[in-house]
């Protein structure tokens, strides 16, 4: 199975910042990478597939970027409601596989 | 609008079955590659299996931890996908959703406990 790996496994940050999360497969994967938020009790939600496209109806702020086995997720300016755990999913190959989750917080 | 709703789950005891069913609308299931996905509480979600769509043959893939153990399939009239879960361990508790990555339902919750 491929590993991703998914640093930092927690942050916080204050309203405006700029986040970065990163994932890291242990084997190339293209550019079949998706991120999803997902907030308590809630189901994971689609941000950005294909590592860079982005989902509509999704803020502008958040980004991905990377291919093969490096990728990132950015949120250029932190709002409240980003509040929330960021996964990462490579769909390359079966079984697909996610990231640790990165918890993120607002300071 | 796509709108998944999973149901059937509930408590169970360890050894015993379930069948989870998933209900579409907004989406013909048959044209998707459909897949369950569970997260057990406090953990990260884990992909359980997927079914392909009819146009590319309607193979069937389970996970290591369940296969042999779970049956996914498919009514493509009732436009629902169904996983079958036998031989149940307490590891197998956690929320089971269906999606097809892009759109997920609420989810449905088993628990498996004496």
């Known amino acids: 199975d491929i590993q991703m790996t998914q640093s930092p496994s927690s942050l916080s940050a204050s309203v405006g910042d700029r986040v970065t999360i990163t994932c890291r497969a242990s084997?190339?994967?293209?550019?079949?990478l998706v991120w999803y938020q997902q907030t308590p009790g809630k189901a994971p939600k689609r941000l950005i597939y294909?590592?860079?496209s982005f989902q509509s109806g999704v803020p502008l702020r958040f980004s991905g970027s990377g291919s093969g086995t490096d990728f990132s997720l950015t949120i250029s300016s932190l709002q409240p409601e980003d509040s929330a755990t960021y996964y990462c999913l490579q769909i390359s190959s079966f079984p697909p596989t996610f990231g640790q989750g990165t918890k993120v917080e607002i300071k | 609008e796509v709108h998944l709703v999973e149901s059937g789950g509930g408590l169970v005891k360890p050894g015993g079955s379930l069948r989870l069913s998933c209900t579409a609308s907004g989406l013909i299931l048959s044209n998707n590659w459909m897949s369950w996905v569970r997260q057990a509480p406090g953990k990260g979600p884990e992909w359980v299996g997927r079914i392909k769509s009819k146009a590319d043959g309607g193979a069937v893939d389970y996970a290591a931890p369940v296969k042999g153990r779970f049956t996914i399939s498919r009514d493509d009239s009732k436009n629902t996908l169904y996983l079958q879960m036998k031989s149940l361990k307490s590891e197998d508790t956690a929320v089971y959703y269906c999606t097809q990555v892009e759109d997920w339902g609420q989810g449905t919750t088993v628990t498996v406990s004496s």
């Open positions: 084997q190339g994967i293209g550019n079949d």
């Open positions: 294909a590592a860079s």
